[in-house]
């Protein structure tokens, strides 16, 4: 079983302030402290967490953490804000009920993480799917572009959010995020165009220049040197831990996945660019002939950047810059602008710029992350907006003024909820409601908010008064209206203490805010609220060519012209804030109060009077005490039977009767006073902390007294198990040594009985052998005896034999000698004869040689020579002739091999011979073709005579056969329609890729060429696109690179020239120009087709001719022809260098 921790369990310090006693200031902050140096940077107010910026990561926001937190009660584990996300979400879910969480605290105490953490762990328990994580993803990512345009680094703060933000997360019935919608209050704007000493301008314009590519600053028309730029602060443009180049990535990413456009980004950056070259327009005075001054730019290369930027003359807002136009009904006044004048026109521009700017990316995101669905949606609200801000140097103004207003607003809600829940919690347990007295703020709110006598009306009225109305007149207005009221103090009033306090200077007024008092300065009051922009300078932006600036300056458009004056800053302010509450009213709050512990943003340091001025403008000791008015601690029978059962003999350890009666049974056997509890319907309720602790006392008494028991019970079954242990190992080796013990004498009588066997067995058998040795020395005796016998009577016999062979080889060998000298006897009397008849015929050849010689001696001296000339030629030429026969070549037409002349004088019948046998070996190999084989051979002489040496794709088609129907169309069941269509034979089928004239790609087709027509069909549904009678075509073009575009042009006013020529790409161009070609000069009633060889050559496509380029280079998609529409004439083919 899961056993589940309390808040009450392992604490540090106090959990829930409600519970601390006793209850004061320093209590109240010794207790933060104590928790904060233990890591325990969340603390409760009831429902509300307090956390403690603790300026360092901590192991507590991890997957692991958000899983322990999910669906489980409020109070169940230790203080987190998961806690409240999750009790918040499945209020959400659960129960229907609209939720809010308010974020407040001072700059730097953590509000924007808060937020953020919150969001994610929404986000990381609602349910999964594409679409829901696409939605959950943009919500997430709406953080960072708001960041960069609406955050800045300050003193207190390097992250600090310059504006307030309330986000409305949508959910449909099963608690899956649908959309969003973001509202925001009051932009700083004012930091445009100054900062204070160490801090910066808005993040956007760091993260721009760092961030941003060469080429995009280049087209920006900025440079990454900050110091050129006079609206950015140099002495804090650097921040440690901040990457402003990574940012940049972040945030650009960030607005592509919540769903801005490129060229809505693009515009964006084009007005923070315009933004910062307003910066650098400076001013000059120059003296006008009436008198008068009025100012001049004095270089005006950033306000032509500027206009080239915006899209606006710069005439126009040069001008804009110089005069400002009246307009009172059906006059126009034009005055000129002093150099003062002017720098304030360029600034408020400036503000006005960037402030619209911002709202309408919080605009834009809104119409990204809104919910598709028009069906009710659940609502969980997230208020992110600025704490009670009191400066301590008295320098607070018109800001501080408008968000302590805010502020009030919110701790009057803040009150109202927390009572009314409070309320209707007792009213729904049945007990008996008890008026709480708190300090009610509305006469605070009513100081400033009254339409009649409040402080933003009585500025509204004098900003619209007519004549000079300064500050000082404003102040003095306050000191007439407002001087008797009791939280508003002046050096004129009533309320004054003394006269003479210099804490209080005339230009001042002091208000009694509920979170102390605080000194305003009315210096800028007035301009500030009235926050005017020259109607000329509106204009002016109207007029730009820009899409973005004339969404933000409609009222700029001149037939548009309104003349009443714009609401006042305050009364927008007001407006908004009202808004505001009457969407909290509506929700279930849950709220956050944000701390920050020390100004150095540095960890583990506790500063005691930055916290207490803290706690005290965030009314935290008025919450306690609200909270601890009625009863301090309540907790639902069953987790408080289950806490403090041991208690009491009658409940432990199991209570079988209902909870409510255990807890009855508990309370009585423990002695608790009646008035410190009440019974609820489903709660306990306890009024005094004191109460709890007792209870808390006496259960880790028990629990000590418990686990004392445990322990002894736990030793006593210890003991007992090593004993039956040990009884049960004696046991078993008394048993395995008995066993061990027989064994080992039973293998020694089996040993005994072993040897003795073998001792038996080794005599039985020694005997059996000298039995068995006997025998076969007897059986070898008789053996050897008749052996002996049988050897000497086959040796008698065989000298027998050898007498007689003896006495036969004597007489043969007489024989043999007499036949021998018979015959050679014999044949020397053959010799003889046969000598003496070879002399006769010797010496009768030589007889008649010599007469022969002496009769024919005449004639051969005569022609010797003629006849050794003729012998030897002839042997010559014989020789010739037989060793031609020997090396003569291969018959193959194109071997060239020949032997070589062995003489000068054969030159001529050598060359003739060589030709001679050229001739017959080609017409013996003509001899072997086919019609067919014989048609391919004219087609290749012809494209041989059509292309050789002219296009430089030709040398690698030699060797690849014409193969006509690459398709095998007439086999091809896919193309049966197309086939069934064409009526002639198909003489070539192929896919080729048809060119688009707009873009340069190409479309496959199926190309058919038959003897009548050209066909171009789709190559996925074999439907015919074009077809085209050859008569109708006049010329082919192709270029005389290796690519394999080829060009058809068609006649003018044929039939198919309606929709232009056609422009192709084929990987058989040479078979398919050669084939067109051949159909041309073979067909009665067609002119022979024109090739045209070509680098450049014009296309009609429809009514214009376009020119296609033919250019050598290294196409984009590697080694393969590219063609590219350079223009709306030009087609240009990049074709890859041979090497």
């Known amino acids: 079983m899961e056993v589940k921790t309390s808040l009450l369990d392992n604490m540090i310090g106090v959990g829930d302030m409600v519970l601390l006693e006793p209850l004061s200031e320093d209590s109240f902050l010794e207790n933060l402290q104590k928790r904060f140096d233990h890591n325990e940077i969340y603390t409760y107010i009831g429902s509300v967490v307090i956390s403690m910026n603790p300026y360092r990561s901590l192991p507590i926001f991890t997957p692991d953490k958000v899983e322990e937190y999910r669906n489980r009660n409020f109070y169940e584990l230790s203080p987190h804000i998961y806690a409240l996300a999750d009790e918040a979400y499945r209020s959400l879910r659960d129960q229907d009920k609209d939720q809010c969480i308010l974020i407040t605290g001072e700059s730097g105490a953590g509000k924007t993480e808060a937020s953020k953490l919150v969001m994610s762990y929404v986000a990381a328990v609602c349910g999964k799917g594409q679409e829901v994580n696409k939605v959950k993803e943009q919500l997430l990512q709406s953080n960072p572009v708001l960041e960069a345009f609406g955050n800045a680094k300050t003193v207190r703060n390097d992250n600090s959010s310059r504006f307030g933000k309330y986000m409305d997360i949508e959910f449909d019935f099963k608690g899956d995020p649908l959309g969003g919608v973001i509202s925001n209050y009051l932009l700083e704007k004012s930091r445009v165009v100054k900062q204070p000493r160490g801090e910066r301008n808005f993040h956007v314009f760091y993260q721009l220049l760092s961030g941003a590519s060469d080429d995009t600053l280049r087209k920006l028309k900025l440079d990454r040197d900050f110091s050129k730029y006079n609206y950015l602060s140099l002495d804090s443009a650097a921040v440690n831990g901040l990457d402003d180049a990574a940012n940049f990535r972040t945030v650009r990413n960030a607005m592509q996945i919540v769903g801005f456009m490129e060229d809505e980004v693009q515009s964006v950056l084009e007005l923070v660019a315009a933004v910062l070259k307003l910066g650098n327009i400076e001013f000059k005075p120059e003296s006008r002939c009436n008198g008068t001054d009025e100012s001049r730019i004095k270089d005006k290369n950033d306000l032509k950047e500027m206009c080239e930027l915006l899209g606006i003359e710069q005439s126009v807002l040069e001008r804009a810059f110089s005069y400002r136009t009246v307009e009172a009904k059906m006059e126009k006044v034009s005055t000129t602008l002093n150099v003062a004048q002017a720098y304030y026109a360029r600034d408020a521009l400036a503000k006005n710029l960037y402030s619209r700017l911002f709202s309408w990316l919080v605009t834009r995101i809104n119409e990204s992350i809104k919910a598709q669905t028009k069906t009710r949606h659940k609502v969980m609200g997230v208020l992110d907006i600025y704490g009670f801000e009191i400066f301590e140097d008295g320098d607070n103004s018109f800001e501080q003024f408008i968000i302590n207003y805010c502020n009030e607003k919110l701790q009057q809600i803040f009150i109202e909820l927390t009572l009314r829940e409070e309320q209707e919690e007792y009213v729904r347990e049945g007990i008996e409601w008890t008026n709480i007295e708190y300090f009610n703020n509305a006469i605070i709110c009513d100081l400033i908010e009254n339409n009649q006598n409040g402080i933003l009306a009585m500025l509204d009225e004098e900003c619209l008064r007519p004549g000079t109305v300064t500050d000082e007149t404003f102040l003095d207005k306050l000191n007439t209206v407002c001087a008797e009221h009791q939280h508003f103090e002046s050096r004129l009033s009533k309320n004054s203490k003394f006269l003479t306090d210099h804490s209080l200077p005339h230009n001042c007024f002091r208000i009694q805010h509920y979170a102390g008092k605080v000194l305003y300065r009315v210096e800028g009051f007035v301009d500030k609220n009235n926050d005017l922009l020259y109607r000329d300078l509106s204009q002016a932006m109207y007029k730009a060519n820009h899409s973005l600036i004339k969404q933000l300056f409609p009222e700029g458009n001149p037939a548009k012209v309104n003349l009443k004056r714009p609401p006042t800053a305050g009364f927008q302010f007001r407006a908004s804030v009202g808004t505001l509450m009457k969407n909290l009213q509506t929700k279930n709050p849950n709220y956050i109060r944000c701390i920050k512990p020390n100004d150095k943003k540095a960890s583990h340091i506790f500063t005691d009077s930055l916290v207490r001025h803290q706690v005290r403008y965030l009314g935290l000791m008025e919450n306690v005490r609200v909270r601890r008015a009625g009863y301090a601690f309540r907790q639902a029978y069953e987790p408080c039977l289950e806490r403090y059962k041991m208690l009491c003999k009658r409940t432990w350890p199991h209570w079988r009767g209902p909870a409510r009666e255990g807890v009855e049974v508990l309370m009585t056997d423990l002695q608790v006073p009646a008035e410190e509890f009440s019974y609820g319907r489903s709660k306990i ?365 068609l006649k003018e006013g044929s039939a198919s020239a309606v929709k232009g020529d056609f422009l192709l790409s084929s990987e058989h161009l040479i078979e398919i120009i050669t084939k067109l070609h051949r159909v041309g000069a073979t067909t009665a009633d067609m002119e022979q087709l024109n090739v045209d060889i070509s680098d450049e050559f014009l296309v009609q496509f429809k009514q214009d001719k376009v020119c296609v380029k033919f250019i050598q280079g290294v196409p984009k998609n590697g080694n393969s022809v590219s063609c590219k529409r350079k223009n709306n004439r030009l087609l240009e083919v990049s074709v890859p260098t041979t090497p």
Request: charged share 30%.
């Open 685 to 1049: 309720f306890i009024r005094n902390p004191r109460t709890l602790f007792f209870l808390e006392e006496r259960r880790r008494q028990c629990l000590e007294d418990l686990a004392t028991l445990i322990q002894k019970i736990y030793r006593g079954w210890k003991c007992r198990t090593q004993f039956l242990l040990l009884k049960k190992s004696q046991v078993t080796v008394a048993a395995w040594y008995r066993r061990y013990a027989q064994q080992k004498k039973y293998k020694r009588i089996k040993s005994a009985t072993t040897v003795v066997q073998s001792y038996t067995r080794g005599w039985q058998a020694r005997k059996l052998l000298r039995e068995l040795k006997y025998q076969k020395r007897c059986e070898e005796a008789v053996t050897t005896i008749a052996a002996f016998w049988h050897g000497t009577q086959a040796r008698t016999e065989l000298r027998r034999l050898k007498q007689e062979a003896k006495n036969k080889h004597a007489v043969t060998v007489i024989w043999a000698f007499w036949q021998g000298t018979k015959a050679r006897r014999e044949l020397r009397q053959l010799k003889e004869e046969a000598r003496n008849k070879h002399a006769v015929s010797v010496i009768w050849a030589g007889w008649q040689g010599t007469k022969v010689r002496r009769e024919y001696r005449k004639f051969f001296r005569a022609n010797a020579g003629k006849k050794i000339y003729d012998f030897t030629i002839q042997r010559i030429i014989q020789k010739y002739f037989l060793n031609l026969k020997s090396t003569m070549p291969s018959m193959s037409p194109i071997d060239k091999n020949w032997p070589t002349r062995p003489y000068l004088f054969l030159d001529g019948v050598h060359t003739d011979l060589r030709r001679i046998f050229h001739l017959w070996r080609c017409k013996k190999y003509r001899s072997q073709f086919t019609e067919e084989k014989k048609a391919v051979y004219e087609e290749k002489l012809e494209a041989s005579e059509i292309f050789k040496d002219k296009k430089a794709l030709y040398p690698s088609s030699v060797s690849q056969p014409f193969k006509g129907d690459y398709l095998e169309i007439s086999k091809n069941p896919k193309y049966q329609k197309l086939n069934s269509a064409v009526d002639e034979k198909v003489l070539l089928a192929d896919v080729v890729n048809k060119i688009n004239r707009a873009n340069g790609k190409g479309t496959a087709r199926i190309f058919l060429l038959t003897k009548k027509s050209v066909v171009l069909a789709d190559q996925k549904t074999g439907q015919v696109k074009a077809s085209v009678p050859l008569p109708d075509l006049s010329s082919v073009s192709v270029s005389t690179q290796t690519d394999g575009f080829f060009a058809l042009r």
